[in-house]
């Protein structure tokens, strides 16, 4: 059974602070990951994606993937309210169905 | 990436009654799911939605309950029938655009079951 893993949280940091997410993943033949955030009483959103070891940074988001350690971590770098949300990592089930595995999510509470 | 919408936005149904949502994407695209996602938990895939033929359906989720059609690459409805307070849901509609494995999400239908 392929599994994603999260610390479902609350995750708590002071505004201006780095919050770092992480995910781990019980499949070694996984080669893409995905970040969400999900905002309260709306849909997913797409905010990054890692297809290779190291690090991808989109502004204030840096994804790590390190591969050999089976785990992904999402970078928030000076936190805002804003950012205040469950960010949900997935990867997929397979290389054939473009199915995606979820993780439970972890809330992330920034505080002004 | 995509834009997506669904219809509706929420209901509220009788025990016993059936709900079609529909799922419409501005652009083709290569698959389509559907997921639900109840009060604080995850996602939880329902089906892949496949154009011309029968949905896939995952462990624990059967045709009869949830009836999904594909009739094109850019709109899917999804049927749940004989609907019970078990059913209250939100359910998502999501698509893959390209030849990664990027979803991108529906703003979702939320289902209440009296």
């Known amino acids: 059974q392929k599994e994603v893993e999260q610390n479902s949280g609350p995750l708590s940091v002071p505004e201006g602070a780095i919050a770092s997410l992480n995910c781990t993943y019980s499949d070694r033949g996984s080669q893409s990951f995905f970040w969400y955030r999900q905002y309260s009483g709306k849909s997913p959103e797409l905010i990054m994606f890692?297809?290779?070891?190291g690090d991808k940074e989109d502004g204030r988001f840096t994804a790590q993937l390190n591969k050999a350690s089976q785990y992904v971590s999402l970078l928030i770098r000076d936190s805002q309210p804003s950012d205040s949300a469950t960010y949900l990592c997935?990867?997929?089930?397979?290389?054939?169905?473009?199915?995606?595995?979820f993780g439970q999510g972890t809330t992330l509470q920034v505080k002004p | 990436s995509a834009v997506i919408s669904q219809k509706p936005s929420r209901d509220i149904c009788q025990r016993g009654t059936s709900l079609t949502i529909q799922c419409q994407v501005d652009?083709?695209?290569?698959?389509m799911f559907w997921y639900r996602q109840q009060p604080g938990q995850s996602l939880t895939l329902i089906a892949t939605a496949n154009q011309g033929s029968e949905a896939t359906y995952e462990s624990g989720f059967v045709i009869d309950k949830f009836p999904i059609s594909r009739p094109n690459l850019t709109f899917s409805t999804l049927t749940v029938s004989n609907m019970s307070p078990e059913d209250s849901s939100i359910y998502l509609c999501?698509?893959?655009?390209?030849?990664?494995?990027?979803?991108?999400f529906g703003p979702g239908t939320r289902l209440t079951v009296t």
């Open positions: 890692i297809y290779s070891n």
């Open positions: 652009s083709q695209v290569t698959m």
């Open positions: 997935a990867a997929p089930y397979s290389s054939n169905t473009g199915k995606l595995i």
């Open positions: 999501s698509a893959r655009t390209g030849g990664m494995y990027e979803q991108y």
